[in-house]
C-alpha cells in the first residue's frame, strides 16, 4: 500500500481527500497538520478528532509556529513589509512554512505521494506545489479538488455517501486566521466596489475610550509591551489581545495572484499592522537616509517574492541578511494611541535617535554649522545641474 501525506486541515475538501485516497486510490493515508500559531488547543483538538474519524492511518500536529516567526515575521517586521503598501501578507507567508512542514514529514516516513486541498483558482496551489517539488521530489504531488473540478456539494455528497456527515455549513465569509492576521473573503470581495460589512470581521469593536500603550524594540524585534517583557511570539498575541477590541488594521487588499489574475481580499490584523508602522517610525529615527532608501527597495522584492512563494531562492537569504544587519540600533520605545477603528504612532524615544537636538533643531536653530556653509553648500550642491544648464541651455 502507496503512502500519502495528506495536507489536513480539517476543512470539507482535506476531510474529502482524505476519504477518497483511501478509499478511491487504495492509499495508506498520513494525515499532518502543518500549525503556523492560529489555531486554539479546543481547534487543534477538534481537528485531531475529525482526521481520526475519517479513518486515517496516522494523525500528527506539527508545531511550527516559532518557526514562522524566526523565518518570515522577524524579517517581515525589519523589512516593513506591506504587499501594495497594504497588506501584511498574513496567510501567504503561512503557507510557505506549512508547505516546508508538511515537506519534511514526507520524507520523514518515507511517503510516495503528498497531498494538498487547494483548488485550481488560486494562489496556494502554486505555493505548496513548489514547495514539495523543491523538497521532496520524490514524493508525487496529488491535488483532488483542483484536478477533480469538484463543487462543495459534490464534496459534501461524496462524504455522506461513505458514512461522514459532518455540519460542513458553507459560511457566508471565507476566514483564514493566523498568528500574523487573519483574511476574510465573501460575496464583496469578488467585486471592484463594495466593501465587507462590520459583522464579516472576526474581531468586534468593545472598546471606545482612548488607549495608550509603550512598545519597545530590541534590535527591531517587539520585546516588551508596557514594560513587560514577552517572548517574541507572546508578544505579538498579547499585542492583539490588547488592540482587536479597537477594531484597527482592517483593509482591503487588491493585488496581482500569482496565477496572472487580480485578486481582492479584506483582512484585519491589529497586532501586525500596529508593530510594522511602530517599527517603521523607529528606523525613521535611527536610520541613515540611504538606509532608509535601500530597505524599502529591498524590503519590496523580498515581500513580493515571499508572497508568490519563492522563499527558497538564495537571493531571498542574501536580503534577509541585510534587513537583520540594519536592524543593529532599531532599539527604543514607540509610543502608540489606540481609538476605535484606528491607531496613532506619536513618537518614539531611543538612545540612536538621529533627531538630536544638539546638532540643531529643524526650520529653527543650527548648531554645527553657520548661514556661511550653508551658503557654500548650496552652491557646491546644485553644481552639476548648473554646468549642465551652461552647456545645454534649457532644462526642460
Not at 485516497?21 to 494525515?31: D, I, Q, T, Y
Not at 537571493?315 to 534587513?323: C, H, Q, T, Y
Not at 509610543?335 to 544638539?358: A, N, Q
Request: one cysteine or more; charged letters at 25%; aromatic letters at 10%.
Amino acid at each position: 500500500m502507496k503512502k500519502v501525506v495528506l495536507a489536513f486541515s480539517g476543512g470539507l475538501d482535506t476531510s474529502y481527500c482524505a476519504i477518497y485516497l483511501s478509499k478511491e486510490m487504495g492509499m495508506e493515508v498520513h494525515a499532518a497538520l502543518a500549525n503556523t500559531g492560529g489555531f486554539s488547543d479546543e481547534e487543534l483538538a477538534k481537528i485531531e478528532k475529525r482526521a481520526l474519524a475519517l479513518g486515517v492511518k496516522s494523525y500528527v500536529c506539527l508545531d511550527v509556529a516559532q518557526q514562522y516567526y524566526d523565518e518570515n515575521i522577524k524579517y517581515m517586521i525589519f523589512g516593513n513589509v506591506l504587499k501594495n503598501s497594504t497588506y501584511p501578507i498574513s496567510v501567504s507567508s503561512e503557507r510557505i512554512v506549512q508547505a516546508t512542514a508538511i515537506a519534511d514529514y514526507v520524507n520523514k516516513i518515507g511517503a510516495d505521494y503528498v497531498c494538498h486541498g487547494s483548488t485550481g483558482a488560486g494562489n496556494d496551489q502554486v505555493r505548496f506545489d513548489m514547495v514539495f517539488n523543491i523538497l521532496c521530489p520524490q514524493a508525487e504531488v496529488v491535488a483532488l479538488i483542483r484536478e477533480k473540478r469538484l463543487s462543495r456539494q459534490e464534496e459534501i455528497d461524496y462524504l455522506r455517501t461513505n458514512g461522514v456527515d459532518f455540519d460542513f455549513k458553507k459560511a457566508e465569509y471565507s476566514i483564514n486566521q493566523g498568528l500574523w492576521g487573519t483574511s476574510v473573503g465573501g460575496r464583496e470581495t469578488l467585486t471592484s466596489c463594495e466593501t465587507l460589512p462590520e459583522e464579516a470581521y472576526t474581531c468586534q469593536l468593545k472598546e471606545t475610550d482612548k488607549k495608550c500603550v509603550t512598545l519597545t524594540f530590541e534590535k527591531g524585534e517587539l520585546v516588551k509591551i508596557d514594560g513587560v517583557e514577552y517572548g517574541r511570539i507572546e508578544a505579538i498575541r498579547k499585542l492583539q489581545d490588547i488592540a482587536a477590541p479597537y477594531a484597527v488594521g482592517r483593509d482591503m487588499h487588491v493585488g496581482d495572484t500569482i496565477i496572472g489574475i487580480k485578486g481582492r481580499v479584506g483582512f484585519e490584523a491589529a497586532a501586525p499592522m500596529i508593530i510594522i508602522k511602530a517599527h517603521h517610525t523607529l528606523e525613521k529615527h535611527t536610520l541613515t537616509k540611504w538606509q532608509l532608501f535601500w530597505k524599502d527597495q529591498i524590503s519590496a522584492f523580498y515581500g513580493n517574492h515571499l508572497h508568490e512563494g519563492q522563499y527558497y531562492d538564495p537571493v531571498m537569504r542574501d536580503m534577509e541578511a541585510m534587513l537583520e544587519k540594519s536592524q543593529r540600533n532599531v532599539s527604543g520605545d514607540v509610543y502608540v494611541d489606540l481609538h476605535p477603528y484606528r491607531f496613532v504612532v506619536v513618537g518614539i524615544s531611543s538612545e540612536h535617535d538621529l533627531m538630536s537636538s544638539k546638532f540643531g533643531a529643524y526650520g529653527e536653530t543650527m548648531s554645527d554649522w553657520s548661514g556661511d556653509d550653508v551658503r557654500g553648500f548650496g552652491k557646491i550642491f546644485g553644481n552639476q545641474v548648473a554646468i549642465y544648464r551652461k552647456i545645454n541651455g534649457d532644462l526642460k
